[in-house]
């Protein structure tokens, strides 16, 4: 059974940059579309960005164009998601999830998602 684990939140002050990673397991479950999730306090999860496994197909929310990047080694089964030029609003619980295709995260329909990460939190505040 697939499993997921996330690192690298923290607190950063705006402006900064963090790098998330999320290890999937066992090596034999590297095929899987992965996507990104997070939750702020009092709302809604929603998708902020997917990669696919076989050809690095990327989406990415309109609220982090630009200043998020995902990417993924399949020898090493991690993806990370660098956030660059942090805001206030991209406080919350980030989750790695499995997904279908990049429909699920661009319409945050987590009930669609497979596999749910542990989340790590993300603060950003000066």
């Known amino acids: 059974q697939v499993q997921l684990v996330e690192s690298g939140g923290g607190l950063v002050q705006p402006g900064g940059s963090l790098r998330l990673s999320c290890v999937v397991s066992?090596?034999?479950?590297?095929?899987?579309?992965i996507g990104w999730f997070r939750q702020a306090p009092g709302k809604n999860r929603e998708g902020v960005s997917c990669?696919?496994?076989?050809?690095?197909?990327?989406y990415y929310a309109d609220s982090v164009k630009g200043r998020f990047i995902i990417s993924r080694d399949n020898v090493k089964n991690t993806i990370w998601l660098q956030m660059n030029d942090l805001k206030t609003e991209d406080t919350g619980v980030y989750y790695c999830a499995t997904i279908k295709d990049w429909t699920v995260v661009a319409g945050s329909a987590t009930s669609l998602v497979g596999t749910w990460g542990q989340g790590t939190q993300v603060t950003v505040s000066s």
């Open positions: 066992p090596v034999t479950e590297s095929y899987w579309t």
């Open positions: 990669i696919t496994a076989s050809d690095d197909d990327t």
